[in-house]
């Protein structure tokens, strides 16, 4: 008889490794520039004390907090009755998948966003109009929601099932939430916060635990950590 081999384990990645990598490249180009131009003595050390990096560059390492952050929790919700992969590659593209939760509910493309301020979605269309927007902070965030519709594209086309349900999700960290908020839902995105995307995750659906085994490995292996 042969031995029962288990199989290997499934490479879940780590939360907000690209985006912490693009920040240390570009911080250290920055620094770079700055030896260049003062040298690496005296003069190099203090052009770098009083000089910051651009916002273009710190909002990496802000955006890598937040994929941590919203990791972290969903890891804790989550516990035994999902899978969760962080920071997938997708081929042929310089993108990343930021989270994929896959339970019985079916697969959850989960984009990490920290912003601060209140997340509301608004009709800016007028009287005869409808135009529903995401707004966080007073400002407009629709593009985030657009932004997704790849994502799902991506992962649609490693499934290829169209019985296996894809659900896109921002989930906000840092951002204001009014008393007794509940997920907003913006062409076909779930907008919300980590915990409460947990539970929506959690939902009853028609994903048998082999099939959550299956998919799961199917997804790590054709869009892999970084």
């Known amino acids: 008889m042969v031995p029962l081999v288990d199989p290997p384990p499934i490479d879940t990645g780590t939360p907000g490794t690209s985006a912490r990598k693009e920040f240390e490249r570009r ?7 700055i030896e260049e131009t003062w040298g690496t003595g005296r ?25 941590v952050r ?3 929790i969903l890891g ?3 516990a035994e009755d999902a899978v969760l992969l962080h920071d997938r590659k997708v081929p042929k593209t310089r993108g990343n998948i930021d989270h994929l939760a896959i339970a019985s509910s079916g697969v959850w493309i989960i984009d990490a966003k920290k912003y601060a301020g209140k997340v509301e979605k608004r009709d800016v269309g007028g009287f005869f109009k409808t135009d529903l ?9 629709t593009k985030s929601v657009d932004g997704l519709q790849w994502q799902v594209d991506a992962v649609r086309a490693v499934l290829d099932d ?10 906000f960290v ?4 009014p008393i007794f908020a509940k997920p907003l839902q913006l062409k076909g995105v779930w907008i919300s916060w980590p915990a409460k995307l947990a539970d929506l995750v959690l939902r009853d659906g028609p994903l048998s635990v082999d099939d959550v085994e299956r998919i799961s490995r199917l997804l ?3 869009l892999p950590a970084h």
């Open 76 to 78: 804790k919700r989550l």
């Open 133 to 141: 927007r995401l707004y966080v902070g007073g400002r407009d965030r």
């Open 43 to 67: 003069l190099g050390r203090i052009a770098k004390f009083l000089s910051d990096d651009p916002q273009t560059t710190t909002a990496w390492a802000k955006g890598a907090h937040g994929e």
């Open 27 to 33: 911080h250290a180009k920055r620094e770079r520039q």
């Open 70 to 72: 919203v990791g972290e």
């Open 162 to 171: 169209d019985a296996i349900p894809v659900h896109p999700a921002l989930s």
């Open 174 to 177: 840092d951002a204001q939430w």
């Open 220 to 222: 790590a292996h054709r």
